[in-house]
């Protein structure tokens, strides 16, 4: 059987999302408020507006990825191996800044094509901190307020930008609550909304005085806060748990300790928030299975 852009193949499951992003995401509750959200509302439309355009902020391995994994899952029985989802990487995809014009008319059709095979396609730009300046904005007319673009409907399709702009400014403002004696829970969107905007438009990089931020095309903002310990340590317990791994508690304490924090006087948030995890359990299996071979 050949997936195609129907029912059997394309069953949006928003319970499913919040159910995976409760279960493997953690620290992150205005992720969890902002994206279940965003996409119900897109999804339940019958006729959109526009196409659903979400740009994740914040540190390295702090969840973006995780998250736009899910989402397409919740929307694809294939979920990433879909046909209707594609994933740019900027380094891979577009990696010499001299030829942004070339990528952003090869991105242009790209998009034409698969909206035309289906128009609940989703667009995954990963690094677009590292995208050629200006590229991005070859997308504008299929996410912004029109009805069709060269006859073509785009308003059911999902843009999802991945991004470490911002991420040190969230960090900052995170860290001052902390400071302060408040709850992180307590952090709002609104707290940081137009921290992330002005990073993301005023910092170097792909979106860096963009008319996809300036002609606010851009529909939710989702910052990703900073990992603590605490976080990194239910990353740990999550991934061996995954594996049938079983792990003593001053084990648990040892992976977490070996990774880096900040700042140098509390270091209380992980600067790869759980990227290294599971490399970490890869060593620890390896040196727990030559243990069991002698």
Known sequence: MTECCGAAWIRPNLTALEE???????GQHLVLSLVSKAVRAHVKKREPKK???MSFHGWTGSG????AKFLVESLFKLGMSSKFVHLFISTLHFPNNGQADIYKLNVQDWIRGNVSQCENSVFIFDEIDKMPEGMIDGIKPFIDHHESVGGKNFRRAIFIFLSNTGGRDITKAT????SEGRQRE???YTDLES???????NEMGGLHRSAVIDSSLIDVYVPFLPLERRHVRLCVEKEAGDRNISLRED????IVDSLSYWPGDSKLYSTTGCKRISNKLDFYQEDFDNDEEL
Do not use: P, Y
């Open 51 to 53: 196409a659903l355009v």
């Open 251 to 254: 084990e648990v304490t040892s």
């Open 64 to 67: 973006k990825n995780f998250v």
């Open 175 to 178: 860290l001052k609550f902390w």
């Open 195 to 201: 921290l992330i905007n002005n990073g993301a438009f």
């Open 20 to 26: 995976s992003l409760e279960q493997n995401l953690f």
């Open 186 to 188: 307590d952090i709002t």
